[in-house]
């Protein structure tokens, strides 16, 4: 199985835009689709986006997702930054061969 | 609405048994597949297991396959999760997921239900 590898903290300030990284450890990031959540302290997860660049219903188009095949990365990017992104944001794959979900370990975002 | 609600978590002893169950509504549950995730206190997300329609296919991650089993009962609009040899790491809060389309990530999430493994 791969990895799906994510920064475990990022800060930034508000009105600013913030990328967060989502590099899959091997295999080619564009052989699957990937997906993001946010967590808020003491809540479920919600979708952001999916299929790597749809966002969900209701999200804002403040966020958006894109991969890379250069890095085998994949991206979701916060644009005018509010205190309330603050959050924890995960990305998801599947891995065709074992048939199995994958989420990467999470990036605590942090505004101030 | 689509609702997801989780219960049957609680205090267990290492090597016992528990059973949660997802009751869905405000959608088709036949037609869609299903996951379980947990969360391990302070840790993140960790998939462990999913179900297709027809319940033929069933998939486990490595750290549950053996122990687990994931089943449904389309008829009820319910998810069930049967947890055996439970051990202390297996202790988090347990959410179950709608996937959207197959492969295509997880569009609405229960609340979750905790289960706590400790003598």
């Known amino acids: 199985n791969f990895m799906l590898i994510q920064p475990h903290s990022v800060s930034e300030s508000p009105g600013r835009t913030v990328t967060l990284s989502c590099t899959r450890s091997?295999?080619?990031?564009?052989?699957?689709?990937v997906h993001w959540y946010r967590q808020r302290p003491g809540s479920a997860p919600t979708s952001l986006i999916y299929d790597n660049n749809q966002r969900s219903s209701g999200v804002t188009d403040r966020f958006s997702g894109s991969i890379d095949s250069s890095s085998n990365s994949a991206s979701l990017t916060i644009s005018g930054l509010r205190t309330e992104d603050e959050a924890d944001y995960y990305c998801q794959s599947y891995d065709s061969d074992s048939r199995v979900r994958v989420f990467g370990g999470g990036t605590k975002l942090s505004v101030l | 609405e689509v609702k997801l609600v989780e219960s049957g978590g609680g205090l267990v002893q290492p090597g016992g048994s528990l059973r949660l169950s997802c009751a869905a509504s405000g959608f088709s549950f036949s037609r869609y597949e299903m996951n379980w995730v947990r969360q391990a206190p302070g840790k993140g997300l960790e998939w462990v297991s999913h179900i297709r329609v027809r319940a033929i296919s069933k998939y486990y991650a490595d750290s549950v396959r053996g122990r687990f089993t994931i089943s449904r009962d389309n008829s009820k609009n319910s998810l069930y999760l049967q947890m055996n040899s439970l051990r202390p790491d297996d202790t988090a809060v347990y959410f179950c997921?709608?996937?959207?389309?197959?492969?295509?990530?997880?569009?609405?999430w229960g609340q979750g239900t905790l289960v706590i493994v400790s003598s």
């Open positions: 091997s295999g080619n990031i564009g052989s699957n689709f």
């Open positions: 997921a709608r996937e959207r389309d197959s492969t295509s990530g997880n569009d609405y």
